[in-house]
Structure formats: C-alpha cells, structure tokens
C-alpha cells in the first residue's frame, strides 16, 4: 500500500495553520479517550485503558467527514465491509473480474522483475560506508563517481536498461515530457529540513508551486499529489535558473541539476528511492493498460495524468451499451473500480500504519502462529482436490514443481494486508521470515497453484472437465482460439503466460493475494484499514462460504441446492480439520498434551476461522457479548494494553519464541488448562467435574495470593 501513498499531503492553508478536518479529528481522538476512560470507571471495566483507546478510535472516526461516511456504508450496505471486490465485479459481470485479477498480476510480477533487476545495484550501494559520497553520486547522476566502484560499474547497466525501460513506457502513455536521463529517481524525504536549507523566501516559493499543484489536483483527480509527483514538483521547481537564490555566489548563476552538497540529507536513500520509483512507474503504466481503449486522461503542464473518473465513465458506457451490466450495477462498478484505482492507491497514515505493523508482528512474527499456516497446505484439498494436492506436495519436496509463487510476483507478498515498505514493514517482513512464518505461507502458495494446474490439466482432459473449464474462464479468454491453447497448454502442462494467469486466478480464490481480494471499504478508505487488522484471511474464508455454498444454493435448483450444500458440509469439514496438524505442532513446542481431534477443538477450530477465538468464546460464556463483539470489530489493542501496562503476558509477544517462553515458564499453559476445564465442566454434576492438574492447581493459588495483597494494599492506601 504505501509504494504509491503519499507521503504528506498540502492543504491550501496559511502558513503555519492547520486543517480544519485534522483538528476536528485530533478533537475527536481527545474527546473520545476520555469519554471512553469514564464509561469503563462508571461500569467498573476491568481495563480502562483498553476503554479509553476504543473510545478515542470511535472518536477519531466520527469526527470526521470520511470517518461518519465509512460508518454509514458500512451499516447501510454490509457487502462493502464484508465482500471482496473480485467476487462483486464477477457477479456484476464475469470478465470484469479477470481483468482486475489480470491487472493484480501484471503490477506484482513487473514489480517484482524491476526489483530483481536493480536490487543487486542497491545491495552493492548499502554495502559502501555511508561518507563514501555514492548517495551525492548517484542523485547527480556522476557516472564517472559511480564507474569507479567496480561493483557498481558491473551492476549500474541493469538499472539504467529498467529505468530506460520504464521512462520508454511513461513517455509513450504520456506521462512524462522529459524523463531521467542519468540521474536516480529524486524523492523528497524531509521537507521540513529542506525549507531550514533553502531560506524563508525559497521555501515559500516552493510551499506555493506545491499548494497549488495540490489543489489543482483534488479539482481534476479528486487525490492527493502521489511522492513521486510532489518530488518531481520540488525538483522542476529547484532546477529552474531563478531558484538558486539559497546557494553560494558562485553557484547562483547555473541551473540546479545538482543536488547541492549537504543536500542530500533530504533526499531517501538511493534504494529507498529507486524501489518507491519503479513501483509508482509500473503501477502508473499497469492502471493506464488496465483501461486500454477506454483510458481517458487530463493534462496539466507537461505532465498527463490518469482520469481515473472519465475512464471508468468511458468502461462502464462500453458495458452499458452492450448490455453486459444494467444502471444499477454501473454505479456499484463505478464505486467499486474508485475504491480500487483512488483510494486503493494512498497509504494509511504513518501512525496507524506503525501500530499495525507493530502489532502484526508482535502477533504473526513467532513460530506458534508459523505452525498455523500448516492448515493453508491442508485447506488446497477443499479447493483443488486430495490426489493434485498430494502430487503437488510431493513435487515440491523433490524439486519438480512447475510453477513457483515468485512466477507470479508474490514471493515477498503473505498478504496483501500484509505488504507495507516503510521501516515498520520491514520489521514485521523480518519477523515473519525469521519465525517461518514466509517460508510456510509460501509452501502453501506453491502447492496452490502447482495442486490447481494438476488438476485442470487433468479436468480438461474429459468432456464434462473441460465443459466446466470453458464456463467458468470462457469469459477470461474471449477469443476461441485463445481458450483452447490454454487447454492445450494445460493438458500439456506447459507454462505460458495465460496458465500462470489460470494459476494466478485459482490461488486468488484461496487466498487475499492482491488488492482484487479485499473489501471495497477497506481500499475506499486508507486509515480506515485499521479496522481490518487481521481480518483479511477470515473475509476471504466467509467469501468463500458466500461463493460455494450460497450462490450455489441461491439459484434455486435443485443440482444448485445439492452443490451449495455440499460445498458447505466439505468446508465445515475443512475449517475444523484443516489446523489440526498446526494444533499438533503448537502444542508440542509449547510443552502440552494434544488432543487435536477432540469435539470442542474442532468447533474452535472452525469458530476461530472467523474470528471467535479461545478469548471471545470466554467472554461470551459470561454474557459479555457486547465487548466481545467489539473486541472482534477494532484492531487488537489488547496488544498495546498488555505491553503498556507491563503485564506478564506481554511476553509472548516477543517475535520468535515469545510465545513459547510464555507458555512454558510464565504461566500460559495453566491458564490455558484452567479455561478449557472451567468450559468443559460448565453445567456437570461435581462428581462429573474434570480435575486440574497439579501445576494448574498451584499456579491458580499464586494468582489468588497475589490478587488479595493487591487488594489489601489498595484498602491500606485508601486509609
């Protein structure tokens, strides 16, 4: 999300004002902490400083115009919250589909070739001591500086063949009237360092070209300029010959082509820049192929831009015309395709996505929540079928899979909702790979689409297989004879672009691998994403339940009726069964007897599926159904309550063996038991009654003792 987002946004202000709308959420945060701290004292809440955050998110998000909007839709039309955009396009029209899912695989695997190509550059660019000058070198285009660095002479070629590449491409949509020549990518980091640099009456200057670039922007695109447009604003605007008033004499009377000594300083790093530079490019280029015939666009300057809305207007016209939507779904396609090419493109704010990565991390980077991923690999029988999955794994254990995830660009990709580059992205991408998380989330991926290509290469080897085939891709293939190279190219099991796309589409059913997979609210609306922490994987599991069992049994018929009820007994089997080798697995790093197959695990397992944990199960037990709901709908603050606090627990949120270390020496596995034996003997005869084990017994009497001191210490300072 944040390699398009902006990185700060100007607002038409007086200098040193603020936005109205900023203030009125700040007001809003403020207001709701303490409203949220006082109800929690008034009912006696047993942790008011998780009250008090809730309060001040309802705050923040009512004060706002955006925030009451997102409320709104997402109570007046649930389907935006909760359904996937790829699965509202294919109910709109089919082919609307594919080519969203054709446009998710064309900018991961181009941005993934990009950086493949430059990285080895980079790589050898970190490497040099940071006062070597290279940074200077390189945003001043000094090839002379850069040849002299063996490595980065052997390297440099490979960049400049991408960079040429990607400015070939932009200047033949249009994008660009001049490009860069030899120069790297120029992206402003510290604007605030830059106007203590230039002087008063420079910056001033500056903060009035960027003003009105910003407004002229929400007029004509209704968006904020992207970094790489602010960057390229400031750049013009330094290197023209009246602008250089805050260098030394001798350097006043030439242009600045040169990033000025000491300068520098404000500029990203090299790497930071290149990569933020090709993902804007390859996502500029893919949005303009993406509306081909239909795309419209706007000029202003030299520069021409995207109409995302006259292009969109121009596609929907085309359907309407042909009769493939109706007036209604033109207007959910126009939101939807809005949500997805506007808001889709902007990052979250730097704090929430901090907290999120943060949080993320401290929850998905240990080896616990590794060995969930274990039920991914199980979960591809439900959809491609016992015998491809097995085949599948077992080519991939002897090194003969036909096609890996980084085919299709998603090797450093868990999730979408999990694909950030800011330096909190790359703890949480560092504490993923270090706990195993990455490598067994992309096991699972690989035996996806190795298991799916198994299988329709098979399917369409039969009448009736490749009778399905054509219904379901018949409208992602329109030529005919495209259609049937792709079966011959199936039944052959020959890699083509066209059967990565069918690999592609298939694991798109599985798993939120792209931005086609998530809710229309959660693209429409950036901070709002906060809300979906950790919600993506569960709304892909009920959008699964949506597609193969309800709109199967919707159509009325009674083969539908039959295939949508099938479809949800095999996946209720799936949900309860699927992490039961990850069950074994956590329960024998963290030291406890296992029992996987037991009836009130395989209910856990499928309630946990979507969401009703061990915790919410708990709290429900007590009537506790209001917290317990919200606690399901806001982002796990628990988290931050736990580490704020200093409480023990907060241990197992440690990246690695956390979790372990909290399990087996601090007391997580006793109150695990305690709970389980509290719901399992809920309601039985004493005699009936299981038993806790003794060290469950011991450490319920040390929590006892230290609850009472606590207590008589509060009753001795009340006096």
Do not use: C
């Amino acid at each position: 999300e944040q390699l398009q987002a902006s990185l700060r946004e100007y607002n038409p202000k007086e200098r040193g004002g603020a936005s109205p709308e900023l203030l009125l959420a700040m007001a809003g945060v403020g207001v709701g902490a303490a409203a949220g701290l006082a109800i929690a004292n008034l009912t006696d809440s047993d942790s008011p400083l998780r009250s008090s955050v809730y309060g001040a998110i309802a705050g923040g998000v009512l004060s706002t115009a955006a925030g009451r909007k997102f409320m709104k839709k997402a109570i007046t039309e649930p389907s935006t919250g909760l359904g996937l955009i790829s699965t509202e396009l294919g109910e709109l029209a089919p082919q609307l589909k594919f080519r969203q899912r054709r446009h998710e695989l064309a900018v991961l695997t181009r941005t993934d070739q990009v950086n493949d190509a430059v990285w080895p550059f980079l790589k050898a660019v970190n490497k040099l001591p940071k006062d070597s000058g290279i940074a200077r070198a390189l945003l001043n285009g000094d090839v002379a500086a850069i040849n002299a660095v063996p490595e980065l002479a052997r390297t440099y070629p490979a960049v400049r063949q991408i960079l040429d590449s990607l400015e070939t491409d932009l200047r033949g949509l249009g994008r660009f009237a001049e490009g860069i020549t030899n120069y790297f990518p120029r992206v402003v980091k510290d604007f605030d360092g830059l106007k203590a640099a230039m002087g008063q009456t420079a910056w001033q200057g500056l903060e009035k070209v960027l003003i009105d670039a910003e407004a002229k922007m929400a007029r004509t695109e209704n968006r904020s300029l992207t970094e790489l447009e602010q960057s390229l604003i400031t750049n013009r605007y330094l290197s023209a010959p009246n602008q250089t008033s805050f260098l030394p004499g001798y350097a006043k009377s030439r242009r600045l082509g040169e990033v000025p000594k000491g300068f520098e300083q404000f500029y990203e790093d090299p790497s930071t820049s290149m990569l933020r530079y090709v993902s804007a490019a390859v996502n500029d280029i893919e949005t303009a192929r993406y509306f081909g015939k239909y795309l419209t666009t706007k000029k202003n300057g030299k520069k021409i831009y995207t109409d995302v809305d006259g292009s969109i207007g121009n596609l929907t016209a085309e359907l309407l015309r042909t009769k493939q939507i109706d007036r209604e779904g033109s207007m959910k396609l126009r939101e939807i395709l809005k949500a997805r090419f506007e808001g889709g493109e902007q990052g979250m704010h730097p704090i929430f996505a901090t907290t999120r990565n943060l949080t993320n991390a401290a929850l998905l980077g240990n080896v616990v929540s590794a060995a969930t991923q274990l039920g991914d690999s199980a979960f591809v029988a439900y959809h491609q079928g016992l015998v491809p999955t097995l085949q599948a794994v077992a080519e991939q254990v002897i090194g003969r899979r036909q096609i890996t995830p980084k085919q299709l660009g998603i090797i450093n990709h868990v999730a979408e909702e999990l694909a950030d580059t800011n330096l909190s992205g790359k703890v949480l991408h560092k504490a993923l790979t270090y706990s195993g998380f990455k490598a067994i989330d992309m096991f699972a991926k690989s035996t996806g689409i190795n298991a799916a290509l198994i299988r329709l290469g098979g399917e369409v080897k039969s009448a009736r297989g490749l009778a399905q085939f054509t219904e379901k891709y018949g409208p992602a293939f329109e030529d005919p004879g495209q259609l049937q190279q792709v079966v011959r190219d199936l039944r052959a099991r020959k890699i083509t672009p066209d059967t990565e796309f069918v690999a592609f589409n298939e694991l798109s059913d599985m798993q939120p691998i792209s931005k086609a997979e998530l809710p229309q609210l959660y693209l429409a609306h950036p901070n709002g994403r906060i809300l979906f922490q950790l919600k993506t994987y569960m709304l892909k599991q009920g959008d699964i339940g949506r597609r193969d069992a309800w709109h199967e049994m919707r159509k009325g018929t009674p083969a539908g009726i039959m295939r949508g009820s099938k479809n949800l007994a095999l996946l209720a089997t799936m949900w309860a069964l699927a992490n039961v080798p990850g069950d074994v697995v956590k329960d024998w790093m963290s030291g406890r007897d296992s029992d996987p197959l037991a009836t009130p695990k395989l209910v856990e397992n499928v309630l946990q599926t979507f969401g009703l944990n061990r915790y919410a199960t708990d709290r429900l037990t007590q009537g506790k159904v209001v917290d317990t709901a919200r606690d399901m709908i806001t982002p796990p603050v628990k988290v931050l309550e736990d580490i704020l606090e200093g409480k023990p627990e907060a241990v197992k949120y440690i990246p690695g063996a956390g979790r372990i270390i909290y399990d087996r020496a601090m007391g997580g596995n006793e109150k695990r038991e305690i709970s389980e034996t509290k719901a399992l003997n809920k309601d039985k005869p004493k005699a009936q009654r299981k038993a806790l084990s003794p060290e469950a017994q011991a450490w319920q009497r040390k929590v006892n003792a230290q609850k009472k001191a606590e207590k008589l210490a509060r009753e001795r300072a009340a006096r």
